[in-house]
């Protein structure tokens, strides 16, 4: 028990994920030059798929060390001991550390990840960033190989680099080095790598000796669930370690040439939880708002098991009925109420039921026990009444995994209101029971319709459809019709698809994309070492795509909020995967492991105050600039000059401008005017950077000299763009977050003293009352290292939360950690209690704004950085005039000035946007003002008229 215990608390330790949030600042170079978003004309990279690329980035150059002096004695070794220094029961081997491994959910879209993965592989090879090597890519089966060249077209088509795809069979006969500076990339089926004595047995000569790919200098290896083995010395594991690893006695001892990079939706082994570089597992992917709802309904499949208990089979399968009738009703209303709100893109999925089988042609076959129970559900007009008002009781209270929410009153009412006439609608299209008519689809698919309605309603997808005709329909006495040979299965996600179920055994894991997905069935499948097909299978359940391109919830989506609120609660039902399994038991631990892997719980309760209302609030458009220049040091430009001078100029246009796109051809004349003495936009500099990358160089000239300026467009209401009160975290575990949650929850229901004198005065509470209640009138209390306070009534939201600890990395993400913003908000109360009257004839709020997760800033330009960045003042204050309805802006940043060009280089942005500018908003004048609070005596140069040492002085400057 003791050696499962310590296993159990080594997975639970993702070290290298860990280590690369360490290491960002250190190695964030390796990947901020590049594109990170865009891959086609109708797909970019989310923010958690832009994040594992980083981290991939960072892992390697983590282990590669390429840019060290020493780095052949530094590669390996220098990451080795941060996993030794980080985890002291660390036990891998030395050989063993030369991977990342990416716990992505299936639907998370890892494909596009590994796709820009491999790209910017290629763009970091020829910029000299990481060794060169030859790229690998590893698929278990042609059918997902097919979906990664299908995309690598969409990401060619799109990207001015280019991703060549080759069979691995070719690779003697490729080479690996191109005029046009393409990345090739090697594919192949991990399950074909094999060793000579068994590829001299392939009779259909498919399979590959992994011997001819093994080269001095290893590779770089891509695994889609391909790196799979139940065992530790898995053979195929072996070979592919041994391709990856080089010839690695010739320059060092012990650690790999080559990287493995393994993309999985299911983790068992200890290597993988340890070098685990980014979690996005089910329960991530579920709690960003990516995916449907995981239900795991209580309704055991045990009858399925044999061919006992037919009434209870009915049962369940009718319950599955009427949660999918109540889905397309709920879809119904929810269109008509977001048309009447003024949504009219909204685009979501026709639901779909499918139910999975181990097995399918037996006599005692779950999925023909399905069947049988669907044809005599069809048949007879059967009082339904009775099993929906059951299932509403059941889920009064079922919750919803990951999400710890419960189903909406809206979507339950649906439920309970279902009968057996909206079933035949909504299942079978028709109006009156009636027999099945089969039609044969092809050889893989049989089709099946009610004899009264125009369309079939299910289909059966397995491998012999014949054998199932044949032994089971004409025993149940179903006819079979014309042989249509076409498709359902193809055109299963097209909106006019008729098909509400599919059926079949363990087809519907891996290899096909829907959103359609509503419920799963898991007949006589669940067993406990069945988590990767059941995880699987319900992550391919689990998409959605509300808009066309977005694909998280409504209550996740960027509406004005009132419209959001109205159609959250109606898209309950179809942002629902409902399960249901034969050992829920099963499921439920499979699911659960994912949850023991939870390291941060969501605190919330916040409720804004809505104290001012509307709140206006910047947005911004980019117009073309002329005024950036870029400047470059003595060693940059000398190697410029030598490296332009090499080459004729139609072959620079041709391959910077035309091939790689990597400048414009205005870039190139100006970079000629500077050799030439002659440019006013590349300027030189006094600093030497003693290094040069040809790519690199021209890549930044280009970017500077096509800077865009930010300049305001308008004020528009606030609505989303503060949400970071809707985000809070802990990773002090759930009973921490119960605790946290409850005590926001009385401070919020606590009265203050007027509403209680108010009560009294009523007759609403006794004097004993308003005693008891004004005693206990708690607005703040501290729990752990932490305070809750709402007294600050102001405030966008409440309540606040503030760590009693100097430290960034508190345990709760956006508490205010900072001292220099606590010392302010305590200046902010000490001020309202003594000099406020200043703010007599204004209504006023503030907020406190979160970097990268609000959506407020300042424009600028970072001199140093050479780029545009975006400025996020802590606070941010409203004020509107009680007699001119006029609003003033007043952005506060209370960090202290200790770097100077940086504060200057914000200010100017401020300035450039704001200063000598007249704005409007709803017809009225709007001013707008920047201050950074500092008590220092510290001089501020030319620019003093920005730092105030109190609030008495800002407030001054503003409202007098």
């Excluded at 990170?36 to 594992?52: E, K």
């Excluded at 109606?570 to 099963?586: P, Q």
């Excluded at 009160?725 to 921490?736: A, H, I, R, S």
Aim: glycine content about 4%.
């Amino acid at each position: 028990m003791a050696k499962a215990k310590q296993t159990a608390d080594i997975k639970q330790h993702l070290l290298l994920s860990e280590i690369c949030n360490d290491k960002r600042m250190q190695h964030k170079g390796i990947y901020e030059r590049y594109d990170l978003q865009n891959f086609s004309a109708d797909m970019s990279l989310q923010d958690y798929q832009i994040a594992s690329v980083q981290n991939a980035m960072i892992a390697l150059d983590c282990y590669m060390c390429y840019k060290d002096s020493e780095y052949r004695q530094n590669r390996g070794a220098k990451l080795y001991r941060i996993y030794q220094e980080k985890y002291k029961d660390f036990r891998l081997k030395e050989s063993e550390i030369n991977r990342a491994s990416f716990w992505m959910a299936t639907g998370s879209g890892k494909t596009i990840v590994m796709i820009k993965l491999l790209s910017l592989l290629g763009k970091a090879m020829r910029e000299g960033s990481i060794p060169n090597k030859p790229i690998m890519l590893l698929a278990p089966n042609d059918t997902i190989l097919k979906q990664f060249k299908h995309n690598i077209t969409k990401y060619n088509n799109y990207n001015g680099d280019s991703l060549s795809v080759r069979e691995l069979k070719e690779y003697e006969s490729v080479d690996n080095t191109s005029l046009l500076e393409e990345t090739i990339v090697f594919i192949a089926r991990s399950d074909l790598l094999d060793c000579k004595e068994n590829v001299g047995k392939d009779k259909n000569a498919k399979r590959l000796d992994y011997k001819n790919y093994c080269n001095d200098c290893g590779w770089y290896i891509l695994l889609d669930e391909a790196h799979k083995g139940d065992s530790k010395d898995s053979i195929r594991k072996s070979y592919i370690n041994e391709l990856a690893c080089g010839d690695k006695q010739k320059d060092y001892e012990g650690f790999s040439k080559g990287f493995i990079f393994n993309f999985s939706a299911t983790f068992s082994d200890e290597i993988d939880f340890l070098t685990c570089a980014f979690n996005y597992n089910l329960e991530k992917f579920n709690r960003d708002g990516y995916g449907k709802n995981i239900a795991l309904l209580d309704s055991n499949l045990k009858s399925f098991g044999n061919e006992n208990g037919e009434n209870e089979r009915i049962t369940r399968i009718i319950e599955g009925f009427i949660l999918f009738s109540a889905i397309k009703q709920n879809k119904e209303k929810l269109s008509e109420k977001a048309t009447s709100l003024g949504v009219v893109d909204i685009k979501y999925h026709n639901p779909l039921i499918i139910a999975v089988s181990d097995k399918v042609n037996t006599k005692d076959a779950g999925i023909k026990l399905y069947f049988e129970a669907i044809l005599q559900i069809l048949k007879e007009d059967r009082d339904i009444q009775e099993i929906a008002n059951n299932l509403y009781e059941k889920l009064q209270y079922q919750e919803l995994y990951f999400a710890k929410n419960t189903l909406s009153d809206e979507f339950k009412e649906y439920v309970k209101n279902i009968d057996s006439k909206s079933v035949r609608k909504y299942i079978f299209h028709a109006s009156e029971p009636s027999s099945l008519e089969c039609f044969r689809a092809n050889d893989k698919e049989l089709a099946f319709k009610s004899k009264n309605a125009n369309e079939p309603f299910m289909l059966l997808n397995i491998g012999e459809t014949k054998k199932w005709e044949k032994e089971h329909l004409l025993e149940l006495g179903v006819e079979s019709f014309k042989d249509l040979q076409k498709s359902y299965f193809k055109d299963i996600n097209s909106t006019d698809s008729s098909i509400n179920i599919m059926l079949g055994s363990k087809v519907f894991s891996e290899g096909w994309d829907s959103n359609r997905v509503n419920l799963i069935y898991f007949i006589n499948i669940g067993s406990k070492n069945a988590n990767k097909y059941v995880l699987q299978t319900i992550g391919r359940g689990v998409r959605i795509e509300p808009f066309a391109h977005v694909r998280k919830r409504m209550q996740y989506n960027q509406l004005e909020y009132a419209t959001k609120e109205a159609l959250s609660s109606l898209s309950c039902g179809i942002e629902t995967l409902f399960v249901l399994a034969s050992d829920t038991e099963a499921i439920k631990f499979i699911l659960g492991k994912i949850e023991s892997f939870i390291t941060q719980y969501p605190i919330k309760g916040f409720k804004k105050t809505n104290i001012l209302s509307p709140l206006p609030t910047p947005k911004y458009k980019e117009t073309q600039s002329k005024d950036k220049n870029y400047r470059i040091d003595k060693t940059e430009a000398k190697n410029l000059r030598a490296y332009i001078e090499s080459f004729d100029e139609d072959i620079l246009v041709l391959s910077k401008c035309v091939i790689h796109k990597e400048c414009s051809y205005e870039t190139l004349q100006e970079i000629q005017k500077f050799l030439h003495n002659n440019s006013t936009r590349i300027q030189s500099s006094n600093g030497d950077m003693q290094k040069f990358d040809k790519n690199t160089t021209i890549s930044r000239i280009d970017r500077i000299l096509h800077t865009t300026n930010r300049e305001l467009q308008e004020f528009v209401d606030l609505s989303d763009e503060i949400n970071h009160y809707q985000k809070f975290q802990t990773t002090l575990g759930q009973d921490f977050a119960n605790e946290i949650n409850e005590i926001i929850k009385n401070i919020l229901n606590t009265k203050s003293e007027e509403e209680l004198k108010a009560d009294f005065e009523s007759g609403k509470i006794n004097i004993d009352e308003f005693a008891k209640n004004l005693k206990s009138n708690a607005k703040k209390c501290d729990i752990k290292d932490y305070a809750i306070n709402s007294e600050l009534k102001e405030h966008y939201y409440n309540p606040l939360i503030f760590s009693n600890k100097d430290d960034k990395n508190t345990e709760i993400n956006f508490a205010i950690s900072q001292k220099s913003e606590r010392e302010f908000l305590k200046d902010l109360e000490d001020f309202l209690q003594t000099d406020s009257k200043i703010l007599d004839k204004y209504e006023w709020c503030f907020s406190k704004i979160v970097e990268n997760i609000d959506d407020i800033y300042i424009p600028y330009f970072d001199s140093q950085a050479q780029s545009n960045r975006k400025f996020y003042p802590d606070f941010i204050f409203w004020f509107r005039d009680k007699a001119t309805q006029e609003y003033k802006i007043v952005f506060i940043d209370p960090k202290g000035l200790s770097r100077e060009t940086n504060p200057i280089d914000k200010i100017k942005g401020f300035e450039s946007v704001y200063v000598n500018q007249k704005f409007s908003y709803k017809n009225k004048e709007i001013k707008v003002y920047l201050y950074y609070y500092n008590k220092t005596n510290s001089e501020f140069r030319d620019y003093e008229s920005y730092k105030k040492p109190s609030l008495e002085d800002i407030m001054k400057e503003i409202c007098e």
